[in-house]
């Protein structure tokens, strides 16, 4: 079994982060959890396992953690993107849209808007999370989420 606790992996494990929309519920998240953990269970890469671990924060953002001596392929991440399209279909949710910006309303509630929108409707000071996030220490250590100003987000405001 490649999969391990997050907590043992160190800072510069490589991560994806796939928000999701609308946010899961308990039910949902326990069936993505239980799936995500079959499917690292057995995650290999030309027959080496894959160490690696996940975690849903926020029932809105699923990371995969990857530890960095494990070597991942196309073949490998193809799989992993696969299962997210299945998990599209079958949740009715979006994990994939990349037109998507997850934002923090005033009232600590997290939701997601297309580019378009948040061109139009945001400023400078909205919270926004950084999905394109590429180490789990960005995570941990909270830099993900940050002012749009701080952020590549500020490019899609006017």
């Known amino acids: 079994m490649a999969r391990t606790e997050l907590s043992t992996l160190p800072d510069d494990?490589?991560?994806?982060?796939?928000?999701?929309?609308?946010?899961?519920?308990?039910?949902?998240?326990q069936s993505l959890l239980s799936a995500v953990d079959s499917f690292l269970d057995s995650w290999a890469a030309h027959g080496t396992p894959i160490t690696s671990s996940r975690a849903l924060i926020d029932h809105t953002f699923l990371v995969i953690a990857v530890d960095k001596q494990s070597e991942t392929s196309g073949c490998s991440i193809d799989r992993m993107f696969g299962l997210f399209r299945q998990f599209e279909r079958e949740l009715g949710v979006q994990i994939l849209d990349a037109d998507r910006v997850f934002f923090r309303h005033g009232s600590?509630?997290?939701?997601?808007?297309?580019?378009?929108?948040?061109?139009?409707?945001a400023d400078l000071?909205?919270?926004?999370?950084?999905?394109?996030?590429?180490?789990?220490?960005?995570?941990?250590?909270?830099g993900w989420e940050r002012p749009a100003e701080e952020s590549w987000h500020r490019q899609l405001l006017a």
């Open 13 to 29: 494990a490589r991560i994806w982060m796939f928000g999701i929309t609308p946010a899961l519920d308990d039910a949902k998240a």
């Open 108 to 121: 600590g509630a997290i939701d997601a808007m297309s580019r378009a929108d948040f061109r139009a409707k």
């Open 125 to 142: 000071h909205t919270i926004v999370f950084d999905t394109t996030a590429e180490r789990l220490g960005e995570i941990r250590g909270g």
